[in-house]
C-alpha cells in the first residue's frame, strides 16, 4: 500500500507542479531557520535577534567590528577622524556605493538616514541622543557632531541594533506620516550584498545576492530563512540536511553527540550571565548575603547547566570587553555557610529569571536553589516576564531576592554595559542599587580616551558593585552554531549575538 | 425561528461585550509593561515614557477605557508592539491561515466522525478503527502532532513537517486567503497542490480529537434511534437501508452529536494554537505565541477578541442548525 500511496502523492504533484524539475544552472542556496518570526526589517525600530544576521546582509552602517574582535573597521566609511575635543566626527565615504533601488549612497543620503534615525517615534532613536549637529559638507564626507564627547559613539556606531543607511526609495518615495516604517516593515532598500526579496510573514523570507554590491560578491545566490518554531522540528531538518545550520538555541546536551555530517563552532561573545541581588529583603543581611553566596558560586552548578559551553565569570564586563585578571572570587567554604544559615532564623529566598530565555536560565536558577537548599536555605524559582523585571524598582519589597540573567549590552565599549546595567537609573539596574559614588565615577569613566585608563576605570566601577554584594558575576556561556560538514567563514562577532556573516559564508563541497 | 435566530445573535453580542471588558481587565492587571515591550529592554527611560505616553498608559483607567471601547467600535484594536503594524492588519493577514487550517481540520474531523459511527453499524471489524480514532484522539494534541510528524514526515517524507507551502513559491495575492481556493481560483494548480500537501498533517493533528468525541457521540446516538420503535416501523413499510439512514436515523441522532461538535470547535480553537507552533503554520495561534513571548498586549487582546468571535459565530450557526434539525430546541 505505500509504495502506491506514494506514488500517487508524487504523480499528483508531478502533474500539479510543472517545471519543478529544469534545467537553469544549479544556485547556491544557504538554508536556515528562525525560532521567531522577524518582527520589522526596520534597522530602527526594533531590538531584533532572530532577524539580525539578515539585517546586516540588507543594511550597513559606517563602521562596524572586526571578525572575532571588538575592534572598530570601516564599514561605508573608509576612515573618519575624531576632533581634539571629541566632539566633531568625520567620516570619509567609500565610493561606488549604490542603494538596491539603484541610486548611488552619497553624504547627503546619509545624513537623510541618520536625520531619521533621531526621530523620537524610532524604538532605537536613543543611539544618537548625543548628537548636536550633522552636515554633508561634500559627496563623500558626512560629518557629526556631538553635545558633549562619547568615546563609545563609534562603538554605538558598530552595534548589532547601531544606525544603518536607508536609501531613497524609503526616505523619499515612502516616507509618509510615519517616517517610512509601515513601509520598511516588509521592504528595504538598503547597501548590502544582498536584498530582501520575499517576505511571507510567519513562513519564510528570501534575500537574494545584490548584483551592484560594492564590496566583493558573497558565495550564495540565495538565503532562505524560514520560520520554525520548535526547536525539534529544527534538530530533524538540520539531521535530513533541508537546515544548513542552526545557530539560535541548539541544545548544549546535543553537542556530545553530533552526527558525522554535523560540526559545531562555539566562540564568545558579549553575553554575560549575572546575578542582581536585592538587598531590600533578607539578603540585606551581610551574613546571610555571604552564606548565599557560598551557594550562587557557579563553580557547583555551571557544568550541569552548561556541558561544558561556560566558564565562570569573574568580572561583571565580558572578557571580549575587558580582558582582565579576576576580579572576584565567590566563597566556598560551605561548612562556615552552613554555620552561618544555622545562626539565623528559618530563611525562604525568591529566585527570579525572565520568560522570555526561560529555557536558558531555568536549570541554572534550579540548581542554585538546589545548592541553597543544602545549606539550609529554602529557595522558590519563579519565572517573570521581562518586561515587569524593569519596574522591580518601583516596589522592592516584592521583588525577588535574587534576579538571574543572561546580559546583553548593546555594544562593546564598557560604558554601554556600565550605563545599561549598573547606574542608579539605568534601564536594566533590575534590582536597584544606588551609589551616587558609582554614578560619577561612571560617569567620568564615558569620557576616558585612553582604553587602559577606561578599562581600570570600569573595572574599579565593577569591583565596588561586587564588594557591595549588588550585583554578580556568574557565567560566560558560549554561543554556538551547529552545521552542515562544508560551511566555512562564518566569522563571528562577539558584539553580534547570534549572528552569522552571510557575506562571508561559503560551502566548500557538497553537503547533501 | 426568526424570534430565535435574533436571541442567539443578541445572545452572543453580549458575550463578546462582557469578553471585552473582560479582555481590558486583564490589560490592566496582567504584570506586564507593553511600553517597555515595544521599545525594548535597554532603552533609556525617557523612550519608554515617550512610548507610553503613545500608547495612552499615562492616562487614567476610565479614560484608557473610554478610548479603548471607541477603538474597538470602530474595529480597531491598536498597535502591535513587536510587528509595528495595526493588529487588525497583522489579523487580516494571520486569519486566513488558521481558518483554512481549522475548516479543513474541521471537515476531515467531521467526516472521520461520521465515517467511524456508519462503520461500527455495518462491520465489526470497523471497530479497530474507531477504537484507533478514540485512541489517537484522546492523546494530548502536542503528541499527536510529534507521533504523526515524527512518522508521515520524517521518517516515511510523505507529507512536509512544517509551513504552509514551500518555501520557492510565491502565494497568490488573494482573493480569499485560503492557499487551497486561490490556487484554484488563479489557475495555479502546483500553489493548490503543495498547499493541500502542507495542509494534511496539521490538519489531520487537529481532526482527531474531534473525530473521536464526535464520532462516539454519533454512533451511540445512532444506536439508540435504531432501537427506536419509528425505525421498525419504517422498516416494515419497506424503506431500505440508505433511505432509512438518510430520512429518519441521521436526522435524529443529529443534534447530540452537533452539540459535542460545539464543543470540539471551542476545543480546537485552543488545540489549532499548538497545532500551529508545532507545524509553523503562520496563523493566529502561531502569531499569538510569538506576541506572548514579547508581552505584546495588543496583538494577545486581538487574537482573543477574534477567537471569541469565531467561536461565537459557529456556536450560533449550530444551534440554529440544531433548531432546524430539532423543532423543540426553538422552544427551550
Partial sequence: MRPIRHLLLRGLLAVALP?????????????????QDVSTFDPDNSFLLYGLDAMRVIYQGLVEYRPGTTDLTGWLAESWDVSADGLTYSFRLRPGIRFHDGRPMHAADVLAYFRRRRHPGLTLAYFLDDVAAMEAPDERTFVIRLAVPQPAFLDRLASAWGPKVIGPEA????LGKDQAQSWLNEHEDGTGPYRLRVVSRGQAYELVRFPDYWGPPPFFDRIEIEVIPQMAQQLLRLKQGTLDLIQHGYPFEGLRQLPPTLRMLAYDDLGLELCFVNRTRRLGDPTLLRAVLTAINPAGWLGDAYFG???????????A???????????????????????????????????????????PAELIAAQLESLGIHANVRVYPIDLAGVFVNDLKEAPDLWISHNYPDAAHPATQAEI?????????????????????????????????????????ARRLMADGAILPLAEVKNVIVYRAGLSGFNPRPALPEVVDFETLRRDAPAR | MIGYLVARLV???????????????????IPADPARAAVGPTAPLTTVQLKRAELGLDQPMLEQFGRYVQRLSRGELGTSTRTHRPVTQDLRQFLPATLELMSFGFLFGVALAVASALFHLSSRIALLLRTLLVAL??????????????LLWYRLDWFPGGGRLDAQLIPPDGPTGFLVVDGLLRGRLRICADALHHLALPALTLALPLSAAVGRTLASSIKGVLQQTYIRTARIKGLTDGELLRRHVLRNAAPASLAMLGVQFSIMCTNVMIVESLFGWPGLGFYLVQSYATSDLPAILGV?????????????????????????VRVL
Fill in chain 1, 19 to 35: 517545471g519543478m524539475v529544469s534545467g537553469a544552472p544549479a544556485e547556491n542556496v544557504l538554508h536556515i531557520a528562525y525560532l
Fill in chain 1, 171 to 174: 526616505l523619499v518615495d515612502h
Fill in chain 1, 309 to 319: 559551553y561556560a566558564v565562570p565569570a569573574t568580572s561583571l564586563y565580558p572578557r
Fill in chain 1, 321 to 363: 570587553m575587558i580582558a582582565a585578571p579576576p576580579q572576584w572570587v565567590f566563597p566556598s567554604d560551605v561548612r562556615a555557610a552552613r554555620a552561618m544559615v544555622a545562626a539565623q532564623p528559618p530563611v525562604t529566598l525568591e529566585i527570579g529569571y525572565p520568560d522570555e530565555d526561560a529555557a536558558g536560565q531555568q536549570i
Fill in chain 1, 421 to 461: 546595567f549598573f547606574a542608579g537609573n539605568a534601564p536594566l539596574n533590575y534590582l536597584g542599587y544606588r551609589n551616587p559614588s558609582v554614578d560619577e565615577a561612571i560617569a567620568s569613566a564615558a569620557l576616558i580616551t585612553t582604553r587602559a585608563e577606561r578599562d581600570e576605570r570600569y573595572l574599579a566601577i
Fill in chain 2, 11 to 29: 445572545g452572543a453580542l453580549a458575550v463578546l461585550a462582557g469578553m471585552s471588558l473582560i479582555v481590558f481587565t486583564l490589560q490592566q492587571i
Fill in chain 2, 137 to 150: 484522539g484522546s492523546a494530548p494534541i502536542f503528541l499527536i502532532g510529534q507521533v504523526l510528524a515524527l
Fill in chain 2, 304 to 328: 482573543s477578541m477574534t477567537f471569541a468571535a469565531l467561536y461565537l459565530s459557529v456556536s450560533v450557526l449550530l444551534d440554529l442548525l440544531q433548531a432546524l434539525l430539532d423543532p423543540r
